[in-house]
């Protein structure tokens, strides 16, 4: 299930744990795509706690707490880990990730947690979700096979990558355009981890995140530059980044086209993919500026210019989900829809 849903369905169990409707969430995937941010995007989302918890690292004994003697029985003491209302808030996310790399007998000792939201005495918090996260067995982790017991307390998502989707994210958490544009251009890249090859580095959201800081820190060190770009995403994927970043200088000159100018398209497909990313990036920044309006309808009639008008529908879909409804109300907008009504149609 691609992320966006996926944040969808766990808004919904965060809405509905205060109505008893929620349900143990398991999220499935390889390293590398994602799952521990939705996570907390979410969290952030409703302003509210996250415990990440790893049951990789742990004891049994370290989630059930330590004995201690109350006249003549024995109490426990649970984990000041776990959530608590008066320490945590009356919300929040409890996150057991790496649960697919715990021992069997620390997952023993989360059956109870998980699906009574309780251990011994101790109680989750009426309005805390619980969520987990592990590698598969074929993702050449340190996983384990997830005990039947433990599994049938979940419900089940495959998280899957999709480049829209990372998009959003990137152009919202302020990665470089160039990477962005890049992985336009090349879209099987973003995600690339064939686990027979048991690869160090490769292509993941999560590493290209780490190739957008290596950009910041070596742009101006052609030297270490490559080196640093294929340490982050691999040896293949960083030097055709390098490659692409390298033949930017060929771009037009985009403060004219925001400015209204008249500036022609570049050929280069990859140009296009740049000049297109770029203006998104111009029409985000705008945003909170008095020449948003302008901005946007000089980048719209810019949109219509491209041979191909597929990549006008990609830079004006980016821009809508960068900047939201409002770019409805931009009078070029009009004209653009029915420039690329037959495109949008079929």
Known sequence: MRPAHLISILQKEFESVQHGHHTPVMLWG????????MVAQVAQQYGVPIIDIRLSQMEPSDLRGIPFRVEDRVEWAPPAMLPNAERH?????????????APPSVSAAAYQLILDRRLGAYEVPKGWVIIAAGNRQGDRGVTYSMPSPLANRFSHFEVDTHLDDWVAWAFAH??????????????????????????????????WEYAHRALQKFLDSPQLLLGSLQACV????????????????????????VRGEKVGVPKETDLQYA???????HAI?????????????NILN??????????????????????????????QFAKWADSVAEVMLY
């Open 174 to 207: 302020g990665i470089d355009d160039r990477v962005i544009a890049f992985l336009r251009f090349r879209p099987e890249l973003l995600f690339d981890f064939d686990p027979a090859h048991n690869p160090v580095a490769f292509p993941s959201p999560r590493s």
């Open 234 to 257: 691999g040896q293949a994927a960083g030097i055709e980044l390098n490659a692409f970043v390298s033949n930017l200088d060929q771009l037009p000159d985009l403060d004219a086209i």
């Open 285 to 297: 920044r705008a945003k909170s500026t008095p020449k948003a309006m302008e901005i946007w309808g």
């Open 89 to 101: 808030g009356e919300q929040g996310f409890l996150f057991l990730d790496e649960i697919t790399s």
């Open 30 to 37: 390889p390293p590398g795509v994602g799952k521990s941010q």
């Open 275 to 281: 000049v297109a990313t770029a203006l998104v990036g």
């Open 302 to 331: 810019y949109a219509q210019k491209f041979p191909q008008r597929e990549m006008g529908v990609m830079l004006v879909s980016d821009m809508h989900r960068a900047v939201g409804q409002d770019l409805f109300a931009v009078p």
